[in-house]
């Protein structure tokens, strides 16, 4: 492989502690190789454009930005915004922020004396792969912290922005949301790039994520980057008693993109619900490998995957659901629905349903389908032509996940983005 | 109602029509003028419902020969979307179910394609919820069905009602109500009856499609024509129906020679 270690660590860390998780996942790396089609979570997703190119990390000086066009009008003063990794104080705005939340960059929760340290790289599977990578060079992160029983109603902005001039670069974001017992919060997080030209680039993102008892948390997490980027990404979720966890995962950009989304219930009664939305065209490939895996009783989990593809594009899903003895009255429910739009379009779905419980009530369920002449038709006969009607069409399939994000701004921009979807 | 001086509103002359290569109309020929109602009833496979699905121009029907002029143009010259602009429009026997389109979008974006085509104005949201909300009691509709999706969830007699609802939106020039009537108790029935009739004026004109003689006891037609085997064997007035109610489709289909 290409990406060597050396080519992966920068600069000191700021603290000791973040040495020994480079350590740690550098560790790591000594027994693992970049995973090869052989490898069955690997099986469909072609990483060969990863190890055919050098990527150099970004330089520690920050591009001028503009990113008027990327702020929400619903988070004016709960942003933060980093640039190829790098926090960008200049374009974030934190502001008014009701007693016990806390947002902000790496050093600013230390500062604050979070014990952030508790938490970093201590999810369950931090040994994969490209999570180590990550964690092996990781010098910054986006914390937001919940003290206990605090709510914000304010939706927060965690925004990273790759600029890339000349070379290829290697960005890590990293992501760290701590919701202590009781407290609530909508979080969007979102992965653009305001690159003018077609560079290449690998982002390899992780975001960890920790719910205390009857927390509630509502995660929208976009990508949306250049259709040469490599996109690689993990959302690990550990769910304590009683909280609440609604993902909203959608895919746009990239040239390949994959989302490892990893739900570790650690006490009963937790509620999970995963939305998710690919859309790929031209030679797009997208891959989401979830994993919801219980381990206490009386989890309620619903998870429903849209997947738009296009022209030779390929999307890919493989949905975990573990539910062992110890997860007994485990409510689960998992439904992939995909939309072929061209002859060459392909799909890949895999429901992997793993239950040893026996009081339980599971199902999943995966379609295929494409636009039907009859639904073009019916909207012919009534004065559309048939490009637009099939955008319709596209647009509804679309819109039952787009609706289910809790900012209005966002829903917006992604219903343009989709209405764009045909035009490419 | 028959006026001799009334335009031509559609006129079909000896259609052939098949579908995955099997013919299926077999030399149809009909004029319609304006302000009239026709009927066309027959046995089930006598190509009542291939006959509108061709002229609205649904994409499994191919042409095989004869000639369809609407208002003068040949109207398989025009794409189904033009036939639609234009002012044909077709009410389905089966209405699809589009989930994820409301039904106010929905209707606002076939107005406006309609208005585009003969140049007059079309209307924004606010706009064109007043005018829906006006034509909404020519159906009976709840305001609720608007925000919902497209026919869905919706039973049998609320989809045909909601075609009526975009007939009575889009003014057509001719509607073809392809066997409206399937599946329809009585209440329903008359609702969408009634429905059409307030639609129906001096200017355009109503194919009505049906297999049953009851719908006509609410929509009078003035001309009433029996398919077989892909033509049309006779024509009558009103009365035709009422004698086929009594003597069944055989009556005609048997020994009788083919009307000219």
Redesign the interface.
Known sequence: MTLTLSQLLTTPPLNPQLQELRTQATGYLQEETIPTRKDEEWRFTDLAPLLTKTFTPPPPQLPAANIGSFTLPEALNTRLVFINGIYAPQLSSIADLPTGVFIGNLAAATTAGLAVADYLGKQPGGEEVFTAINTARIDEAAVVWLSKDVSIETPIQILFVAIIEETALAISPRSLMILEAGSSATAIEEYLDLSSSDRAYFNNAVTEIWLGDTAKLNHTRIQNQDTTTIHIGKTAVSQSEHSSYTGNSIDLGAKLSRHNWEIFQIGAQTETYLNGLAMVNGEQESDTHSVIALTKPHGITNQLHKCIVDDRAHAIFNGKVFVPQAAQQTNAGQLNRNLLLSSTARIDTKPQLEITADNVKCSHGATVSQLEDDEIFYLQSRGLDVETAKILLINAFAVEIIDRIPVASVREKLVVAVKAFRAN | MINPNSPVILSIEHLTADVDGTQILNGVSLEIKAGEIHAIMGPNGSGKSTLSKVL?????YTVTGGKVTYRGENLFDL???D???SGV??A?QY??E????SNLD?LR??YN??QK?IGLEELDAFDFDELIQAKLDIVKMNPAFLSR?VNEGFSGGEKKRNEIL?MAI?QPSLAILDETDSGLDIDALKIVANGVNQLSTQDNAMLVITHYQRLLDYIIPDYVHVMSNGQIITSGGKELALELEAKGYDWLTEPLPVAT
Do not use: K, Y
């Open positions: 609205a121009g649904h994409p499994a794409e189904p979307q036939r639609a602009r429009f077709l389905f209405p699809l589009i989930p994820g389109v929905f974006v076939a394609s309609r085509h999706s975009q889009l």
